[in-house]
């Protein structure tokens, strides 16, 4: 965990430090403490600090937060994110938009049509969706999947302005929480100027609202924000952030072919795309409430690495009061993202569980280098807690380059029954988590028979499943000596059930269970480390089984 600073900076923030501290003096019913906040991380870490809101006005004070960034220096940075163009609500296919979904796809971005209805399972497919006027009522099932997703950090835009489609697209803000809603009053056509500061508008002077201007945004509230106004004053775009998700709310077709290469329209959609799916690096929670009169509330501001590039980032956390605007307080944020290796273990613990004249047996480990600079692992040995050394490994040093997987294949070879704990550790110069260590728990039973006829053993025994990696669907053998009802399930690499495959009676013999790789809820998991554990009585034997997701 990284320090942070209370700080001000003379040159970048002294206007809007200033600027704080004349609103405090006027005796504005809003003070946050203290002035500015900044740390400094390398990869993989993250930190967090604390603000502190008094209400020095006679009422109660409600209030919301929002983030600006300062420019030149984005808060975001964008990986290339997978977009659902939303055609499930008999929405219009990507012709009249060619041109914007030509460039984001140049840029790397994956832009799929989509005719499914919205659920769980489908949008974890997916960083960003894009839905143009709908035709079709968005059912409540589909909103509450589309919230969690958002708030999860989903992002989603929605472009269009017939009577019948904003409609829905209000049941959607609502649901989601975005603080806008949708008018069908006209706003005004033509070009607008009327545009506010954000990493999506950065260097866009003037946009084109083209000639289609039905609808307007008539309520813009915490958290949400105007972007763009028509040049009556209309809101016409809006932005909005909810838990770690964004949105765009547009009443005109501001990505359409005939409107994107006139104005800063074609700037404005990638920068918009960019935005929706980067990550951020500062949050604040809450984002709102109210505060007693004399009274103080705190609130935590965290900055996590995310997806940046090594460099210096700067922000201003706004406070703002009711009315909006007429009492606020900016806090500066400064960031900097050293560049460092960072290492990731795919194992949190390796069981070996085993029947006698089972062994040897190997588990792979793989090592990823998660960081923006090379990492070395100059050491990976196995501490064994007894004078035997039943484990051999495939590798004792690694270089991975950012990006980089390489893999440990540990080998389990005991000299006779018995149990042998032990502990992988890995030795590397990662400056936030210089030592992992993996426990190692070694198990080989003595066979009291031999195998029946049906091959089954002489003890309660699982092999290790199979694909293993897997993406979609894994199988696990497991044999029974005699007849016995049998538990099987799926545990996360913290010990939290996931899924529970098997709680029946079996004879005698070998048997098969398979995994789709759902939870309890029908819901894919991620990829990561599982676990396979069977109980039968007194007998628990446990395997890992890693999942893959492209």
Known sequence: MAHLRSTSFACAFSAIVALSATLASAARPILVSPDSLGTSLVAGQSAQGTL???NLGPSDLNWTARLEPRVPGPL????SPRIM???SHQQNGTTDWSSMVAQLEGAGATVTENFEPITPALLENFDIIWTINSWVAWSQPERDALGSWVFSGGGLVFEGNANAAVIGFNTVLSTVGAGIQYSTADGVTGVTTDIVAHPTTAGVDELNLGSDSGATLNMVTGPAAPLVRDSAGNVMIATSEVGSGRVIAMTVKALLNDNLFTSDNLQYGVQLFQWLGGSQWASVSPSSGTVPPSLSQDVAVSFTWS???????????WFESSPPLADSVAVPLHLELISSPDIDVDAEQIVFALAEGDFPQADSILVRNVGTEPLTVDSILVEDLGPATPYALSATQLFLPPEATGTIVLTFAPPAPGHYPATLRIHSDD???PLVSVPIDGQVVVTTSVRTDLGARSIVSLDSPRPNPFAKTTTARFQLPRAAAVAITVHDASGRLIRKLAGDSYAPGSHMVEWDGRDESGVFVSSGVYF???????????VKAVRVVD
């Open 431 to 433: 400056p936030d988590e």
């Open 532 to 542: 396979f554990r069977l109980s039968t009585g007194p007998d628990v034997r446990t």
């Open 52 to 54: 502190t809101i008094t």
């Open 76 to 79: 975001v940075e964008t990986p």
């Open 307 to 317: 997806a940046l590039d090594p460099g210096i980032y700067d922000a201003f956390l």
């Open 85 to 87: 163009w939303e055609r």
